[in-house]
């Protein structure tokens, strides 16, 4: 299994939508968790870090960590066309090594 | 100073060249890390320094050289490459668990 296994998608919402974003790791990456936007042609931008289980918003944003499932989501609140990216999950080792997930691409449609 | 600064932002290479990636931190951070995107997949680790000592060396190609001069600073050097090592190469710093910040890249030529 690798570390974190991600539904690659693409995935296409509606604007104003929830758009769904998940993610399962391994035992062998069970630190700290991020989800990162990464626009076309540029770097990996953080925008969710979630350490416990439970919920976390931030805004639009919400991620959601379920150890016992080893399941982490994203949920995008009313989304927009600037949100139209690609999303990474992550997962930090206790060794601080950050481990990918493959993306999902994400098309909000005005 | 919340940022990774990294240098030049675009390089075109031919394969018997020698050329050097930079990348600039102040945030303090102990951990420095170079990694490599291909298109339409997920960056990929190349190499960690932690406390400016090379950590993790993903079985990278010599032709891939990393140093760190200091805990601020990570080049990558690039010798004889080969095109199929065109890509955007990443560099990013962390303090403990609280993620990664990456920079803003450079877009790698090799022709």
């Known amino acids: 299994q690798k570390e974190v296994e991600q539904n690659s998608g693409p995935l296409s919402v509606p604007e104003g939508a929830i758009a769904s974003l998940n993610c399962t790791y391994s035992d062998r990456v069970s630190q700290s968790f991020f989800w990162y936007r990464q626009y076309s042609g540029k770097s990996p931008e953080l925008i969710m870090s979630?350490?416990?289980?439970g919920d976390k918003e931030d805004g639009r944003f919400t991620a959601q960590l379920n150890k016992a499932s080893q399941y982490v989501s994203l949920l995008i609140r009313d989304s927009q066309p600037s949100d139209s990216a690609t999303y990474l999950c992550?997962?930090?080792?206790?060794?601080?090594?950050?481990?990918f997930g493959t993306g999902t691409r994400l098309t909000v449609i005005p | 100073d919340t940022e990774v600064t990294q240098t030049p932002k675009h390089l075109v290479m031919g394969m018997t060249n020698k050329k050097s990636l930079k990348c600039e931190q102040h945030m303090g951070h102990r951990a420095m890390y170079w990694y490599k995107q291909k298109a339409k997949k997920p960056p990929e680790l190349m190499f960690v320094y932690s406390y400016e000592k090379l950590s993790i060396n993903e079985s990278v190609p010599s032709r891939f050289s990393p140093e760190c001069p200091n805990s601020s600073l990570l080049n990558l050097h690039l010798h004889a490459l080969q095109p199929e090592d065109s890509a955007l190469y990443l560099c990013?710093?962390?303090?403990?668990?609280?993620?990664?910040?990456f920079g803003s890249g450079t877009r790698l030529t090799v022709v």
């Open positions: 992550a997962a930090q080792t206790g060794a601080n090594n950050l481990f």
């Open positions: 990013a710093s962390s303090q403990g668990a609280r993620g990664y910040t």
């Open positions: 979630i350490y416990s289980n």
